[in-house]
């Protein structure tokens, strides 16, 4: 009897791809094809001089938090020499599970262009295995790209990059896949779409090739494709954006399973009312109708649509959280409960720590932690039992003396009583 096919699995992920928000993902990909040998490519990031650094978190994560090991396929710029990149491909085509993150797209684009590197990712959707792109990678996965630095920090005009367009080749589908699709950072200004907000993405969205559609990926998401099955399964915490002609047709939520035909469908226009196995979501919105084919509000459906400027990224939530906690038990001198809260932050930032972050979201939980301990510290200075419970007995005693001692019409001891009580403050 022959052994089953492997399963033909690429997943898209917005963001988090070394976060504690991601950890059941990566498992469940390499679960379904059953295990295997992974690897880590590293060119997205392959020009930063903290590479080494980015690699060994990477590997740590997998190796602690995923329980599964990988190893780098390293192949950080098309200058390496030969050798190098004949390790790089061959630990690639031995790889069932292949995994790119962090960086920049259009130099891995550059790196990758003209070497068998696109093709040998490409041979996991024919053999077998499962491709995982997230962040800068997943941005190289359509037929466009977004040159994120070039735009977000250099300033130049945006237009598009022409992309490895693996995604059509996985699955016909002709689309820029953007990531951190619901990104926040810029607090009062508008980094949505990858850092291109509103504006940004609908100049470019004008020149999509024909029949292009804009795929996003909030981050902490992720978009996972069974290529047998053929189904979008949405996994994390955000939402999957289909946005056609600058509009929002589709938003599917994490837990929810739609057909590629349905997706073709809503792309084209068109609605599918039938089901398939498991939990299938239609459309919340249809071009142009406005209408909702969701049990949610339309109010739901708008805040979903428009992003959160100013929302917290599952890091900072988690540290507003327990600083909460912690003021509260402060509040009512709950020392067991305000170190818990403190412990609980600092188990949050170790689970964090292997996150190649490439903003200062840990060094503002830092922040928090240390402002518990300075706060506890001073607790412990006062100390944490209220006055009223130390010294009570105290004055309940004094009090009782000197009413036996006015019963005893022992006046001078009585008056004394008294005057020590209220010189105290009593």
Not at 99 to 112: D, E, K, M, N
Request: contains cysteine.
């Amino acid at each position: 009897m022959s052994a089953p096919a492997m399963a033909r699995l690429l997943a898209i992920m917005g963001s988090g791809e070394t976060a504690p928000t991601m950890v059941k993902v990566h498992r469940n990909l390499i679960e379904r094809i059953g295990g295997g040998p992974s690897v880590l490519l590293d060119t997205p990031y392959g020009f930063q001089e903290n590479a080494d650094d980015i690699s060994a978190k990477a590997v740590d994560y997998f190796a602690q938090s995923v329980g599964a090991p990988i190893t780098v396929a390293s192949f950080r710029s098309a200058d390496v020499d030969a050798i190098t990149q004949d390790r790089a491909a061959a630990a690639v085509r031995a790889a069932r599970y292949v995994f790119a993150g962090p960086g920049s797209p259009t130099y891995a684009l550059r790196q990758w262009a003209g070497t068998a590197m696109p093709g040998l990712v490409a041979d996991r959707f024919v053999v077998g295995g499962a491709v995982t792109f997230a962040s800068a990678a997943a941005l190289t996965l359509g037929v466009v790209t977004v040159p994120v630095y070039e735009v977000y920090k250099a300033g130049e005009e945006p237009r598009w990059r022409p992309g490895l367009d693996l995604l059509a080749a996985a699955t016909g589908l002709s689309a820029a896949v953007i990531p951190h699709f619901d990104n926040a950072e810029g607090g009062h200004h508008d980094t949505r779409f990858c850092y291109l907000g509103e504006r940004r993405l609908a100049l470019l969205e004008q020149s999509l090739p024909a029949g292009a559609f804009v795929l996003g990926v909030d981050e902490h998401t992720a978009a996972v494709i069974d290529l047998d099955a053929a189904t979008l399964t949405v996994a994390g915490i955000g939402v999957v954006t289909v946005r056609v002609a600058g509009a929002n047709v589709a938003i599917w939520k994490t837990g929810s399973m739609v057909s590629l035909d349905e997706l073709r469908a809503v792309v084209a226009g068109d609605r599918l009312g039938g089901s398939i196995t498991g939990s299938t979501i239609s459309p919340l919105v249809e071009s142009g109708s406005g209408s909702s084919a969701s049990s949610g509000s339309a109010d739901d459906e708008q805040a979903t649509i428009a992003g959160g400027v100013g929302a917290r990224s599952p890091l900072l939530a988690d540290a507003d959280r327990l600083a909460t906690v912690f003021d509260a038990a402060v509040l009512r001198r709950d020392v067991p409960a305000a170190v818990n809260a403190i412990l609980e932050l600092d188990r949050t930032l170790v689970a964090w720590a292997a996150d190649t972050l490439q903003s200062d979201e840990l060094d503002q939980a830092r922040a928090v932690l240390r402002s518990m301990v300075v706060r506890l510290g001073e607790l412990a200075e006062t100390g944490a039992r209220d006055p009223r419970e130390v010294v009570g007995p105290f004055v309940d005693a004094l009090v009782s003396l000197r009413q036996s001692a006015r019963a005893a019409k022992d006046f001078a001891t009585s008056d004394a009583i008294r005057d020590a009580l209220t010189g105290a403050g009593i």
